[in-house]
C-alpha cells in the first residue's frame, strides 16, 4: 500500500496504510464471532472452514488482478474468509478427541500449532520474496495457490474427520423452521456479500470518499464502548454470583492488558515492517533479502522456543514456582516494551544517517516472541478458566474483541511512522519506540503491582 505507483504499490501514505491495516487486522479477531454463531447455528465445522478457505482463496486471487478496487475485494474476501476459517477449525481438532483423553487433545493441539507456525515461516519466504522483489500481484497469486493446495488437501482427508462438525447442533433436514432460517441466512449473506463489493467499487472508483485513518480512530471508541457495556451487562443481567463476579472482574482486567499487548505485538505488520524496508541493511552475502521476509521471525522463534517453556512451565511447577497468570501477563508486556527498546537502539543508529542490522529487528521479534508466549495461551487458558461454564463462548469472543481492539490500536499507532516526517526530523523515530518501550514496560509494573489483587480475585482457579 505504501510502496510508490512507479514501483507496482498504490501509493496511499503511512497513516491511511496503516489505519486500513489496523482495520484489516481488527475485522479478522471480530469476524471469528459472527463465524462461529454461522457454523452453530447454519453451516456446521466442516463446511465452514470449506467455505472460508474457498473465500481466502478468492481472496488472494482477487489482489493478484492489478487494479486497485480488486486489491481491496480481496483484503475484505480474506477477512470473512478468516471468520469463519479461524475459530471452527480449532473447534474441529479439539472434538476429534474424546472428552476422557486430554493428553491426546493437547498433543494433537499441539501439531496443529506447529502447522501454523511452519506455513507462517514459508510464507514470507516465498510470497513477500516474490511479492517485494518480482510483482507484487504475483506474489498475492502465489498465496491464492498455497490456498488450494490446502483446500485440495483437506478435501482429500476430510473422511478422518468422521461426524466431528458435520452438521450444525440440533441439526433436522425435515425441520421447517430451521428450514426458513437457514433460507434467511442464505439470503441475508448474499445481500450484505453484495452491498459490500458494491460498497468497495464506489470507494475506489471515486464515488465515496472514505478515510480509513478517521474511521478507525472512531472504531476504537465503539470497540472499548462495546467491551465495557459487555462487561456492565454480564455483571448486571448474568445471574452471577459473588465469587463469579470476582473471577470476571479478574479477566477484565487481563482483557484490558492483553489489548495492550496486542496494540505493541502487531506492529510486527506496520511499523517493524517499515523500517526493516526503510532502515534496515536486509544484504546478506551480498543479497537484499526482501524486508517482509522478516515476518518469518516470529513464527520461527514460536517453534524454537515454545519447547523451551512448555519444559520451563513443567519445571518451576515442580518446585512449586510457577508464576501465577498475571505475573506472566507482567512478564508478557516488560518483555514486548524491552523489544521496543532494542528498536530504540536500532533508530539511534538510523539517525546517524546510516542502515541498522537486521539483527536488530530478529532480537525485537525474539524478544516479542517471549513476550507472546507468557500471556497468548497463558491468557486463552485464563478465560476458560475465569468464565462460568454457561459464559465461557461469550468470554471467548471478549478475548478475540480484546485482541481485536488491539490490532487497531497497533495500526494507529504505526500511522506516526511518518517517512517525511522522519526525513526532516530524524529524532521522531528513536522518540516513537521509546514512547511505547516505556508505555509497555510501565503496563508490566502495573500488572505486577495489581497482581496480589488480582490473584485474589480468581479464588481458587490456578
Known amino acids: 500500500m505504501v510502496e510508490a505507483i512507479e514501483n507496482g504499490g498504490l501509493g496511499i501514505d503511512d497513516k491511511q496504510a496503516t489505519a486500513i491495516y489496523g482495520l484489516y487486522t481488527m475485522f479478522v479477531y471480530l469476524l471469528a464471532l459472527p463465524g462461529g454463531w454461522l457454523a452453530d447455528r447454519f453451516f456446521g465445522l466442516q463446511k465452514s472452514v470449506w467455505y472460508g478457505g474457498i473465500i481466502i482463496a478468492l481472496g488472494h486471487f482477487s489482489m493478484a488482478i492489478p487494479m486497485t478496487e480488486f486489491f481491496f475485494i480481496g483484503l475484505v474476501l480474506i477477512v470473512i474468509g478468516t471468520g469463519l476459517l479461524k475459530p471452527n477449525i480449532s473447534s474441529i481438532v479439539g472434538g476429534l478427541y474424546p472428552e476422557d483423553q486430554p493428553t491426546r487433545r493437547d498433543a494433537g493441539f499441539s501439531l496443529f500449532y506447529m502447522g501454523i507456525n511452519i506455513g507462517a515461516f514459508i510464507s514470507p519466504l516465498i510470497v513477500g520474496t516474490l511479492g517485494e522483489n518480482v510483482n507484487w500481484h504475483l506474489g498475492f497469486g502465489i498465496a491464492g495457490f498455497g490456498m488450494l493446495i490446502g483446500l485440495i488437501q483437506y478435501k482429500a482427508t476430510q473422511k478422518y474427520l468422521g461426524g466431528v462438525g458435520a452438521q450444525p447442533e440440533g441439526y433436522d433436514a425435515e425441520d421447517k423452521k430451521q428450514i426458513k432460517f437457514r433460507s434467511q441466512v442464505k439470503i441475508g449473506i448474499t445481500i450484505f456479500l453484495l452491498a459490500l463489493v458494491f460498497l468497495i467499487l464506489l470507494t475506489t472508483l471515486g464515488y465515496v470518499n472514505i478515510n480509513a485513518y478517521y474511521i478507525a480512530s472512531i472504531s476504537k471508541y465503539i470497540l472499548a464502548t462495546a467491551l465495557i457495556l ?206 511505547i518501550t516505556q508505555f509497555a514496560i510501565g503496563a508490566g509494573v502495573i500488572v505486577l503491582i495489581l497482581s496480589p489483587i488480582i490473584r485474589r480475585l480468581t479464588g481458587n482457579v490456578k
Do not use: C
Not at 443481567?237 to 489489548?259: C, Q, R, T, W
Not at 513443567?314 to 532494542?342: D, Y
Not at 539511534?348 to 525485537?364: C, D, M, N, P, R
Open 230 to 435: 459487555f462487561f456492565v451487562a454480564i455483571f448486571l443481567l448474568g445471574k452471577l454470583n459473588s465469587d463469579e463476579k470476582k473471577k470476571i472482574g479478574a479477566l477484565a482486567i487481563l482483557l484490558i492488558f492483553s489489548a495492550i499487548f496486542w496494540s505493541g505485538f502487531e506492529q510486527a505488520g506496520s511499523s517493524l515492517n517499515l523500517f526493516a524496508s526503510r532502515y534496515a541493511d536486509r544484504y546478506i552475502f551480498g543479497y537484499e533479502m526482501a524486508a517482509s521476509v522478516l515476518q518469518s521471525a516470529n513464527p520461527m522463534f514460536i517453534i524454537i522456543l515454545s519447547p523451551v517453556f512448555g519444559w520451563l512451565w513443567v519445571k518451576l511447577a515442580s518446585k512449586h514456582l510457577n508464576p501465577n497468570t498475571p505475573v506472566k501477563f507482567a512478564f508478557g508486556l516488560i518483555l514486548l516494551g524491552l523489544g521496543f527498546g532494542v528498536m530504540v537502539i536500532a533508530s539511534f543508529i538510523v539517525v546517524e544517517h546510516t542502515k541498522a542490522s537486521y539483527g536488530w529487528l530478529l532480537l525485537t521479534y525474539m524478544l516479542h516472541t517471549a513476550g507472546e508466549l507468557f500471556l497468548s495461551p497463558v491468557g486463552l487458558s485464563a478465560t476458560t478458566k475465569l468464565a462460568p461454564k454457561r459464559l465461557v463462548g461469550q468470554m471467548m469472543g471478549a478475548w478475540f474483541m480484546s485482541v481485536a481492539f488491539g490490532n487497531l490500536i497497533a495500526g494507529l499507532v504505526a500511522g506516526e511512522f511518518n517517512e517525511k516526517a522522519i526525513e526532516q526530523d530524524p529524532s521522531l523515530l528513536p522518540d516513537i519506540f521509546s514512547y
